[in-house]
């Protein structure tokens, strides 16, 4: 067999491709069960410690959240890679407020004036608008019961009829004595949760079964009867309040520890709200109150190691009130709601001041701590409300102050009706606000903002259905401001779509395009700077999302994945796979080449050059498509840039399909080539 070159249109030149479009080590992505990570982690867990050189790769399971065209969506993760890092990595931040660190290279879904398109990173400008998820959806599970959240050397006090069939089980199978309990403990029924799971296990009983029958724990100097088994929302919302003004404490000794839990106002209402939250989940009435006279604080501290330990599983983390929101993210919509009213209540504002002839309104969150202002901005998103981050220098003690802001109509009214919150003075104020959005004729929104492929869409419709612009609204001038680029909101647009209905047609698949855009779980997120830094790791990380092609690092805006299919030639050329012992290598120029391979889908800008390329290979010559993308468009089919399949404008011998394919395929599919020749 002869030496077979080949060329790939995207990369001529191999030592360009080295560090890849992809993501720092330290920037953190949204799993599909709502826990959140550190890419690099991720990648390093699939990879299991192989070095890149310069590219590693590994298949990888479980979910991520992903992008379908106009809301989040949870999607399979399928492949997960690693390159050498570039000197150079720009940081993005829009007005979110959450900055984004990626490579120049890395492709974002930017608003265009055809629809959205993917733009590299180092061609973005300040002004550029980014699509971002307004919700943030994740496959939910039940939040775990209390006893899941105890330390497993607690004693368990069982029911006794559920009691005597577990001693009697164990006596006819003789288990006891393989599982270590001796005779007098098995009959005392004194059990630690631990011990307890073995049991289960060996008697092939239903641990779920056995939890509800639990009454009371125990452990060295205390006794405390399960009241509740679930977390609820009252526990979530004092969980809230304990974050915001609170704090939890435990003090060791050698016999034994006491968990402290206190919280602190001067709104007396709040007091005796935290003190019956606690009677209602607890059972127990006794909590110690303390008022300084002179400041006016009121101090409520309890007891109780069960609600402590059950903190300690949800992310609080001792003295201080320190808390690492990442797993009460997990929890159901409603309870991450109750949470967020609670801490509203000790740490939140409402502002309403006069700027001008309208008042200016504004909900928000405020804390010392960068980290927890990214989660409860990322909390907020998780229950369908956009906030942004900001920060400023206080004089006082406390420093730089972390702001998170309400401040879109939308998101204020979503807020209101939403998360419970029960401080008199800020119900008082919520009535103000709600009165003052109503008052307003035009609620304008600066987050309601749709593409400006609608303007597209609407003169596409019009010129099919033989439409004026006076047919659709009264104002001809403003229709044909929307077509030439003019950004509208998201109910000018439904008010359009409720016109056009009248004389289009349903099916009309431009129609359907602009109710999606119109009931869209997304905003058009503006950047606001753009900065060069310094790369400080040696790698950088990317992934493969089955489908969509897509996922949303820091849950702020949407960024491609990995150019799949080119990291998987690269990936047949490294000595793991050899393709040059096939006899075939990668050249730097199509007059050398002889098999053209082409990925991803064939657009309007690099037709022409695919052309070119095409037409300066010499005679014979043949082209292989390499993925989906070049057969069907894959993600892309109808987007608005793609013209068609790549056997539409080249003549192809061959595809591999695959999103992407793997090395072996490739290999594969160009020796079937090498057969035909």
Known sequence: MGIMRFFRKKSPWLLHFNSGSCLPGDVELIMGDGSIKRIDELVEHYLCGREANPHAFADADGKIVSWNGHSAEVRPLVRVHKLLAPNELLEITTSSGIPVRLTPDHKVLVDGPSGPEWVEAGRLKVGCYLYSPRTIPIDESAAPDVIDCLPESYICHITPNKLERIKRELKRTKAAEALGINRSRMNRGTFTIEELKKICRALRISWQDVKREIVKVSGK???????????????????????????????????????????SSTERALID?????????????????????????????????????VAKQLGFRGVGGEVDLRPIFR???????????????????????????????GIGFTTVSPE?????????????????????????????LYKVLVDDPIDIWRFIQLVPVKHPKKVSRSKTVLKLLNQRKKKQSSLAHVPLECGRLLRAIRKEYGLKQKDIHRWANFISGIENGRRIQKQTLARIIASLEKVVSPA??????????????????????????????????????DGTHSFIPEGSFVVKNCNGCDIEILAALTPRYDIERMGMKLCGSPRHAD??????????????????????????????????????????????????????????????????????????????VLEKV
């Not at 606690?278 to 101090?299: I, P, Q």
């Not at 990322?378 to 400023?392: E, N, P, T």
């Not at 290979?617 to 043949?622: H, L, Y």
């Open 273 to 309: 709200d935290f003190i019956q939250l606690y009677r209602e989940w607890s059972g127990r009435d006794k909590a110690a109150v303390d008022t300084d006279r002179r400041t006016g604080v009121t101090v409520v501290s309890i007891y109780d190691p069960i609600l402590a330990h």
């Open 508 to 545: 009309d698949e431009n129609l359907q395009k602009l109710r999606a855009w119109a009931s869209g779980e997304y905003y058009l997120d503006r950047v606001r700077s753009i900065k060069r830094v310094p790369s400080t790791e040696r790698w950088v990380y990317n992934l493969t999302v």
């Open 372 to 400: 927890r202002a990214k989660m409860v901005h990322l909390l907020l998103k998780r229950i369908g409300i956009a906030s942004k981050v900001r920060h400023a220098v206080n004089k006082s003690e406390f420093g730089t």
């Open 331 to 361: 929890l159901p919509r409603t309870f991450i709601a109750h949470f967020l009213g609670g801490y509203f209540d000790g740490d939140g504002h409402i502002e309403v001041h006069r700027e001008g002839d309208r008042e200016r309104i």
């Open 221 to 263: 100097n205390f006794v405390r009867e399960i009241y509740q088994m679930k977390i609820d929302e009252n526990l979530m919302r004092l969980l809230g309040l304990i974050a915001s003004d609170g704090y939890i404490s435990v003090k060791r000794d050698e016999e034994h520890a006491n968990y402290k839990i206190s919280f």
């Open 595 to 672: 098999i053209l391979v082409v990925t991803g889908p064939v657009t309007r800008q690099a037709r022409e050059r695919l052309l070119r390329i095409y037409e300066q290979m010499p005679e014979p010559k043949i082209v292989v498509g390499v993925g989906s993308c070049p057969a069907s468009g894959c993600a892309f089919h109808d987007c608005y840039n793609v013209v068609g399949p790549l056997d539409k404008h080249l003549p192809v011998a061959a595809y591999v399909p695959g999103c992407p394919p793997r090395p072996e395929a490739i290999i594969h599919g160009l020796l079937k």
